[in-house]
């Protein structure tokens, strides 16, 4: 299905990027994969074979992007599809989150975003694909939540300019965007357990769907825009369960 892609999936160790990867593999594609710990990465990269080659690489450091491109230069030569899946959620409202929150969230999500693309575009040739993971949260006004929401939105906006100047190219340039999905953080940055439940529970509540979605259904979302929506670029998907569509369920009898 994937035979002879080359792909780098960054922020591939755990959630969606993770499964995404596991498909890319299972469909003979041949994979980078980043995340920050140097162990995840490890475990990722020799649990999923030979095809999968895992870097440790933090997209808020130059020296770690530069070197991401450079290893995907070594090990692929060129990149059929970026997916550029980090990202940092840390919830607080506006009136208390902090100057490190707000610089972090940023860093990782907007400015690691931009530059991850920057240094890696020469690799990717005439006709490639990008994909960003973007939020439901860049225009659902989420409290709490407004430096990542924030910063989603400047992703969105990325993926616009960067569709519009690689036309010229044919790379095509789209974003998935998820609501309440079922991964080992639930979205949040180092939040704890019994958060994490809570908003596990507060999720089936606020999808129409009354469900969390699975990695394994975002993960087709990315794939979809990455190989088979030729006629697609600058879009956004939105996998959210019919969240972000304000749908009103039936009422159960």
Not at 3 to 20: C, D, L
Not at 53 to 67: E, N
Not at 126 to 133: A, E, K, M, N, P
């Amino acid at each position: 299905m994937y035979e002879g892609k080359k792909v780098v999936v960054v922020g591939g160790t755990h959630g969606i990027g993770r499964t995404t990867v596991e498909l890319l593999v299972r469909g003979g594609a041949e994979v980078v994969l980043t995340g920050r710990s140097e162990e995840t990465v490890a475990a990722a990269a020799q649990e999923l074979g030979e095809r999968a080659h895992g870097l440790r690489s933090d997209v808020t450091s130059m020296t770690d992007v530069d070197a991401l491109a450079a290893f995907a230069r070594e090990r692929l030569g060129s990149v059929d599809f970026l997916f550029v899946n980090a990202g940092c959620a840390i919830g607080a409202p506006i009136a208390q989150t902090s100057e490190e929150v707000y610089d972090r969230t940023f860093a990782v999500n907007a400015k690691g975003v931009f530059f991850t693309v920057q240094r890696l575009l020469p690799l990717i040739p005439d006709g490639g694909s990008i994909v960003v993971t973007t939020s439901i949260a860049n225009e659902s006004g989420v409290p709490a939540m407004g430096a990542y929401a924030g910063s989603k939105a400047a992703a969105r906006a990325f993926v616009k300019v960067l569709a519009a100047e690689l036309l010229p190219r044919r790379i095509r340039v789209n974003a998935m965007s998820p609501g309440f999905i079922e991964t080992p953080s639930m979205g949040l940055t180092d939040a704890p357990a019994e958060l994490r439940a809570a908003l596990a529970g507060m999720g089936d509540q606020l999808t129409p769907m009354r469900r969390h979605g699975t990695p394994e259904e975002a993960a087709n979302a990315v794939l979809f825009l990455a190989f088979y929506a030729t006629f697609t670029t600058g879009a956004e998907i939105v996998v959210d369960g019919g969240r972000s569509q304000r749908l009103t369920p039936p009422q159960q009898q």
